[in-house]
């Protein structure tokens, strides 16, 4: 896999999760190529709810494709602070553009958490084989 596949300004979880800090302590999360790709055309998505808490592990929602259906387990706890709403016309954008356009919902981190227990891109990659 090339590096341009994982980027490595994000961070990942096993759980096939990618997290992108961003400006005031939010993260955006989104699900890795590798998990797009497993899965094959997503059809549907099901996001968490603006303003709802979520604990590191929770699951906050699904991506439904041709294969299957597959949680989304929330990578840290924090309040759900913005979802992507493209996403409910157009849920192709999650195999198109994963790290783009394909994001999925912001956290605002809650207090004390930080990204330290997520992988970085060589480890994920590692994770995967």
Avoid: F
């Avoid at 596949?5 to 992108?20: A, I």
């Amino acid at each position: 896999m090339s590096d341009a596949t994982y980027p490595e300004d994000l961070r990942y979880t096993t759980d096939h999760e990618w997290v992108r800090e961003m400006d005031g302590g939010s993260v955006r999360v989104g699900i890795t190529h590798y998990a797009q790709e497993a899965l094959g055309d997503v059809v549907y998505v099901s996001l968490p709810t603006v303003g709802d808490t979520i604990d590191s592990g929770d699951s906050c929602g699904e991506v439904e494709s041709t294969k299957s259906v597959s949680d989304l387990y929330a990578p840290l706890a924090g309040n759900v602070t913005a979802v992507n709403e493209a996403l409910d016309a157009t849920p192709e954008l999650v195999n198109s553009d994963p790290y783009g356009e394909g994001w999925m919902y912001e956290l605002e981190l809650a207090e004390g958490t930080d990204l330290s227990g997520l992988l970085d891109a060589a480890a994920y990659q590692s994770e995967i084989g």
